[in-house]
């Protein structure tokens, strides 16, 4: 294929001229008060299903309230072996990333691929909106992070907690204390209890194999996960329920859930170092119940987090929140003063046009969030604490909880 | 060998599915908030409840009783060889029944366990259990499960075994991620298997000594650079970068230039994750000539950020 043209501008200008006396849209055209075609962005939607189309709407987020234009020049899903034209519909995410129209890419998958069509997309030069959760473990969240530095990509989760919480005067204080390293010790319990959806995004223990839909490219779903046989509760929102695919409802839900206490707690660089969970044995392929989790950072905060699904109450400690000044003293007081406030967070279309990177579109900050989702996952399959170190981002002396730290993929597919 | 009624009675007290075919009982409890279901979901959850129990389950669902699970499965773990063995021997193929539910998490449940111990020998005991059964003629899909708790309680002392199925079309994916997860012994098997693997076993193979970044197979990953496939050709040459092979520019350098595309795009990664590692490594003149070959051929407007991150890393390697 001609890569010139595939340029954005080349694009634009070949369809205006294809139109001919067609009427052609101001966006188009460009012009006062419209978007001119330079200005506009290609966009492409990869996982058409769920939470698909709202993503991708987010590409244009802008503080100015009013969005960004972006058109969606590609829709990719495994489901559409039927009506695939590799023009503008597509069922394998790699043809689409190779076209040169393409600026942003909606990610909207189950998680087993967010972290490689991330990746992927940042090598294809594109900058990446993914769905939440991030990635499905640990290890996939640092490939994202080199990915994103090595080529310099705007990136960000569809969850934005930290966007509302960073508007917070007490919330900014917060986080320029833990940040800067004023406060090296605290006494904090936080306390997430409910909502995660542990019983609604269970697994399947009895999966009998069905024939594959027609439609489907069952091969390419599966992916880096292994190649099981075909049940259609893998398949959909249900995917939540198998480790395969994802983490259940705690990570699903987990990474919104947790995405403002990371910005506002400074956990934006950090990990907990010991995490105990409270479940049954866990099923090899189906997520399943739990009653408690407990993840304690090295600075003494700890954090909970409650199912209210299942089992005995938590009851080990209880919920202390932050005195801000006391943690302070005076003089950490004073020296916060004088500390400048962070950059406000820059939105998703913003930092496509401004290019500019920061807390918002740090894909440290969101790995280090589902980190912590990872990591109570791990505690509860294995059945045992576990200790975790977040520099490394290795588990201490554990070989088992390393594996899950650090899980295979099935070839081609590698970090 | 027949399995015995007392193993038998231990695996009955696995927990039971719940009508969803899961172990979250959300009907016994009524906990399911089925009004949160929206039109057909909603639909669905109301024939599922309609619906009758699965054939030879309670009437009433107990909930999941972590004691009463952990105490079977040490009971189970009590009876050593035999009780692995027997579990093993409860599983069948994936069919329409739940026949074989509780003896796969039993047998899951007992991998925790002794992996819970820190008890060398019961963790060791237990993976040369079910490596033994590997050579057998068991189904597939059993073979492929005892494959995959082997990748979470096995060690090196399976290795070999592992590595025997690295050639078969239908378990050389389960056989090596096993090996990688245990990694100890892993690269011998995969470099002696290579020689005779072909497809996806062969890609695999190639992969995963990339994965685990074996120095030694630095020969047969520059071999299989040249290979038909794709995809194999791809994974060699990310694994040698992955090495860090200083030996091998010049052969990524060539693969990074393939016409505009994704093997482009994955050996130009493949090309700066070499200089990278490089760099690391303290070599920065091979790293330079994988960034200036990078700077001065990415000279379209597509290109332009491989350019720029080349550019980066030049300075960095500076």
């Known amino acids: 294929m001609d890569k010139k043209e595939l340029t954005r501008r080349g694009f634009l200008a070949g369809s205006a001229a294809a139109m001919g006396l067609a009427i052609v849209p101001r966006n188009v055209l460009g012009g006062e008060g419209a978007t001119p075609p330079s200005d506009t962005l290609g966009g492409a939607l990869i996982g058409a299903g769920g939470r698909g189309p709202g993503t991708f709407n987010e590409l244009g987020r802008s503080s100015s309230g009013k969005k960004h234009e972006v058109r969606r020049l590609a829709t990719c899903d495994v489901r559409y072996k039927d009506r695939a034209d590799n023009k503008t519909t597509y069922v394998d995410f790699r043809r689409v990333l190779e076209r040169s129209d393409i600026d942003v890419v909606a990610i909207a998958t189950p998680p087993h691929w967010h972290a490689l069509i991330s990746i992927a997309a940042m090598e294809a030069g594109k900058d990446v909106l993914c769905e939440k959760p991030m990635t499905r473990f640990v290890a996939e969240g640092r490939a994202v992070v080199e990915a994103q530095k090595r080529y310099g990509r705007i990136f960000q989760v569809g969850t934005f907690g930290r966007y509302g919480a960073s508007k917070d005067k007490g919330n900014v204080q917060r986080h320029k204390a833990f940040m800067s390293g004023l406060i090296k010790t605290t006494d904090m319990v936080y306390h997430a209890r409910g909502g995660f959806k542990v019983k609604e995004w269970s697994g399947m223990v009895v999966a009998p194999p069905q024939p594959v839909p027609p439609n489907l490219d069952w091969d390419l779903y599966c992916g880096p996960s292994p190649l099981r046989p075909y049940h259609p509760h893998r398949v959909g929102g249900t995917h939540r329920g198998y480790w395969d695919y994802e983490g259940g409802g705690l990570a699903d839900m987990g990474q919104h859930y947790l995405d403002a206490f990371c910005w506002i707690y400074g956990r934006e660089n950090t990990a907990p170092v010991e995490i105990e969970a409270y479940a049954p044995p866990a099923h090899p392929e189906a997520t399943g119940l739990w009653g408690w989790v407990e993840l304690r950072y090295a600075d003494g905060l700890l954090l909970v987090l409650e199912s209210g699904e299942w089992g005995k109450p938590y009851d080990r400690a209880k919920t202390k929140g932050l005195n801000l000044d006391a943690a302070l003293g005076e003089e950490g007081k004073k020296k916060l003063a004088e500390l400048p406030d962070p950059e406000p967070l820059v939105e998703f279309g913003d930092a496509v046009k401004t290019r500019k990177q920061g807390e918002g579109n740090s894909a440290e900050g969101f790995h280090r969030t589902v980190c912590i989702l990872h990591l109570a996952n791990i505690a509860i399959r294995l059945g045992r604490k576990i200790r975790f170190d977040p520099v490394k981002e290795q588990a201490i002396g554990d070989d088992e909880a390393q594996r899950l730290v650090n899980q295979p993929m099935r070839a081609p597919w590698h970090l | ?318």
């Open chain 2, 1 to 318: 060998m027949p399995v015995s009624p007392e193993l038998k009675a231990l695996v009955d007290q696995m927990p039971d599915e719940d009508r969803r075919h899961m172990y979250s009982n959300v009907y016994e409890e009524g906990q399911f908030r089925r009004e949160k279901g929206r039109g057909k979901e909603k639909e669905k959850e109301k024939e599922k409840e309609k619906a009758p129990e699965p054939p030879g389950q309670p009437k009433s669902y107990k909930d999941v009783d972590k004691e009463r699970i952990e105490a079977a499965i040490a009971e189970i773990h009590k009876g050593g060889r035999d009780s692995i063995l027997g579990l093993i021997d409860m599983l069948v193929e994936p069919v329409a029944t739940n026949a074989d539910a509780k003896p796969h998490y039993a047998l899951h449940a007992l991998a925790l366990l002794v992996c819970r111990l820190e008890d060398r020998k019961a963790r060791v005991a237990f993976a040369e259990a079910l490596a033994s059964q590997l050579g057998g003629a068991r189904p597939k899909a059993v073979l492929a499960y005892l494959c995959q708790e082997l990748g979470t309680a096995g060690g090196k002392e399976v290795a070999p075994a592992l590595g025997k199925l690295l050639t078969d079309e239908e378990l050389c994916d389960p056989a090596a991620r096993a090996l990688v997860a245990i990694r100890e012994g892993a690269a011998e098997q995969f470099r002696a298997a290579l020689p005779n693997a072909s497809g996806k076993c062969k890609l695999a193979i190639v992969q995963n000594l990339g994965v685990l970044a074996d120095a030694e197979s630095v020969a047969a990953l520059q071999k299989a650079a040249g290979d038909s496939d794709p995809d194999t050709r791809m994974a060699a040459l990310w694994a040698l970068a992955n090495i860090g092979d200083a030996g091998s520019v010049p052969l990524l350098i060539k693969g990074a230039d393939a016409a505009p595309g994704w093997e482009r795009m994955q050996n130009t990664k493949a090309c700066l994750l070499l200089a990278e590692r490089l760099v690391a490594a303290g070599k920065k003149a091979e790293a330079a000539k994988l960034y200036t070959h990078l700077r001065d051929t990415r000279t379209d407007a597509a290109e332009r950020y491989v350019r720029e991150a080349a550019e980066r890393g030049l300075a960095a390697a500076r």
